[in-house]
């Protein structure tokens, strides 16, 4: 996939003046492995493929016997034979190595908590009157056909161009359309993706819920603070933002330098085809803010609740496995603009 022209309205140009800085000099944003300042995506390769991955936890969830959250177009999506390749090398992966067999157990866990908070949260923000919904980097989700939306409600969906369009032309070549006033809003998170989002129609004297799931770690750190800060400058009192925040501290990166390595060695054995490791595409070097207290620095009223918290009160395990419970430590965010 070729980078659009600049000037396209795509909001996928880098920023005038080229990569954009850091406010330190320290944590620069610093693309590591297979990242790029301005790189671009389809759902099968690079940073699409992760949409991938969380749409097959869902859909494993989906067809369990007794699942948390059920998500019917997860599996339809993921069964497009433009992903055969991908599914499969995911499939050898984690079933290369104990550990990654634990990670994927896992994840179908923490995805359905994680789905089944963020549910919650817009059918309360929905129940509360709000009519403006903005989902970042929204992949393969599926909310804007499958929850009940209140007539009169409208979701945004941002993400790269080609992601957002295998989505909408998988589930329609299946029949299924959107339930709710779907705007798709093909821009580039680490740039002027707000030029591209009133372009589509969304108004910021609307109270709005913002939802970034899935997202942080695939953002440079300096990316991070701009999305903060243009999503409370879009935000019209009362609006609200979940964040999936993934706390990257000591005992993560320890965890995660073990599964590089792990992933490494498989690489050897299996051969890169076969071997999928989203540690490739994120950003761990750069300096990062803590969302909650950014917004609760900028006035927001902000509850943060753990992320294992909230799989013990659904019900489901924690990882056994020390090096797989470290990386799994995301706090689910919630905050309000008076
Ligand atoms: N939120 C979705 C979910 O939970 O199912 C997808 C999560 S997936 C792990 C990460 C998503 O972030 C991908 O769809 C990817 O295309 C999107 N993404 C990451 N960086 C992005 C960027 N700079 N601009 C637009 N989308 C981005």
Redesign the pocket.
């Known amino acids: 996939m070729t980078a659009p022209a600049p000037g396209d309205d795509a909001g996928l140009e880098g920023p005038a003046g080229g990569t954009p800085q850091p406010r330190s000099g320290e944590g620069a944003s610093r693309a590591i492995n297979s990242r790029s300042h301005g790189d671009t995506?389809d759902i099968a390769t690079s940073?699409?493929a992760?949409?991938v991955?969380?749409?097959s936890a869902r859909a494993a969830e989906t067809a369990s016997e007794q699942p948390l959250i059920r998500d019917e177009f997860a599996q339809m999506l993921i069964d497009g034979p433009e992903l055969a390749a991908l599914v499969a090398k995911m499939s050898t992966t984690y079933t290369a190595d104990p550990e990654l067999e634990a990670v994927r157990a896992h994840m179908v866990n923490y995805q359905a908590a994680r789905t089944h908070f963020f549910d919650a949260y817009f059918r309360a923000a929905a129940a509360a009157g709000i009519r403006q919904h903005v989902i970042l980097?929204?992949?393969?989700?599926s909310r804007a056909y499958r929850l009940d939306w209140p007539a009169g409600t409208s979701v945004y969906e941002?993400?790269?161009p080609k992601?957002l369009e295998y989505k909408a032309a998988t589930l329609a070549a299946h029949g299924v359309q959107p339930v709710v006033d779907r705007h798709e809003v093909p821009?580039?998170?680490?740039f002027d993706w707000p030029k591209t989002l009133r372009g589509k129609g969304f108004d910021p004297a609307q109270r709005t819920a913002w939802l970034a799931?899935?997202?942080l770690m695939?953002?440079p750190g300096e990316a991070e603070d701009r999305l903060f800060t243009d999503i409370d400058a879009l935000s019209a009192p009362g609006s609200r933002v979940c964040i999936e925040d993934f706390t990257f501290d000591d005992a993560a990166r320890e965890a995660y330098e073990k599964r590089r390595a792990k992933t490494d060695e498989l690489r050897r054995r299996l051969g890169d085809e076969n071997v999928f490791d989203p540690g490739d595409l994120w950003y761990t070097e750069d300096e990062r803010c803590d969302p909650a207290a950014w917004f609760d620095t900028h006035s927001w009223r902000v509850e943060a609740l753990a992320g294992r918290d909230y799989l013990t009160q659904v019900g489901r395990p924690l990882p056994e496995e020390p090096n797989v419970a470290a990386t799994f430590r995301a706090v689910f965010v919630s905050a309000e603009k008076p």
Request: charged share 20%; aromatic share 8%; hydrophobic share 60%.
């Open positions: 995506w940073v699409g992760t949409a991955m969380v749409a980097a929204a992949g393969l989700d941002v993400d790269q992601v821009a580039d998170l680490r799931e899935g997202l695939f953002l």
